[in-house]
């Protein structure tokens, strides 16, 4: 256990639950749960200071680390997911919800695999795209190594004309990278954060990314800066989030990456490991769907 929160970030992840459950406004909401609700909140993490993997609930690793190297992949079909037992998208993936938008079961449409790949592409008849979008993983990648000074390193999730056509239009809608002192940092935009589910999975995530991309870029790891929009509490995750409020911190864990991979998308789930991660017992929630 630790007790200086100054070099611990996680303690700022804690500081925001408290705040939305002291302060937050009470909100219906699309899922019709109900939350507790903030507009507009940052947490900064020094990636040189272990990886932000939360360690006052358990968190499930396997599951970020998978749903990235998807992304990455520029897939939208869930089997991917579920050949690796990750279930954390399926409830979005059922016949029901696709057929919403025409889709075979599983087939997750435009969502963010196809935006980082493939964005703008154009569409078939049969709602399949072609491969004549913007790959804006690869052309970020290239800009960092060759223009770091950039100010232009963005990749969007959103694109607006897509927005609704998907099961569950971009959480994490918009990041950029920043390159000082040899360093790689990262800021996303969230504009609908579910603190106490979705959250602890995103700050990993894109610390995660920010390792990867950095190591491909010859680059040491700087911040990664959290930006959320509407920052909620989910009525029904409140005694979770109170619960995870009594415990205290333990060291973060260290993330390491095979060194030998030099390129963004070659990435196995192999060559990512969290070394040292010790944490409170996972906390279960009901994810609003
Ligand atoms: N309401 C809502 N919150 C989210 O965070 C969210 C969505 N919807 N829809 C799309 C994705 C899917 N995400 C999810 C979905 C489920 C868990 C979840 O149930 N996590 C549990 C168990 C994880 C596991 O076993 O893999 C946890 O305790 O963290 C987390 C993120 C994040 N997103
Ligand atoms: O990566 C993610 C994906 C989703 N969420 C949460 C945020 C909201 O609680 C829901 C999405 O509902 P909207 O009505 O589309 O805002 O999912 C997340 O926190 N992180």
Known sequence: MINDTQSNNEQGYLDLLRHVLDNGTEKGDRTG?????????????????????????????????????????????????????????????TAEQTARFNRPAGDLGPIYGHQWRNYGATKNEDASYNADGVDQIAQVVEQIKTNPNSRRLIVSGWNPGEAEQ??????????????????????????????????????????????????VCGLEVGEFVWTGGDCHIYQNHREQAELQLTRSLYELPTLSLNPEVKDIFAFDYEDISVNDYESHPAIKAKVAV
């Open 33 to 93: 749960t109900g939350t507790l609700s903030h507009f507009g909140a940052q947490l900064r993490f020094d990636l040189a200071e272990g990886f932000p993997l939360l360690t006052t609930k358990k968190v499930h690793f396997k599951s970020i680390a998978y749903e990235l190297l998807w992304f990455l992949s520029g897939s939208t079909h869930v089997d991917y997911l579920q050949q690796n037992n990750v279930r954390i998208w399926n409830e979005w993936a």
């Open 166 to 215: 998907v099961a569950l239009p971009p959480c994490h809608t918009l990041f950029q990278f920043f390159v000082a002192d040899n360093k790689l940092s990262c800021q996303l935009y969230q504009r609908s954060a579910d603190l106490f589910l979705g959250v602890p999975f995103n700050i990993a995530s894109y610390a995660l990314l920010t390792h990867m991309i950095a190591q």
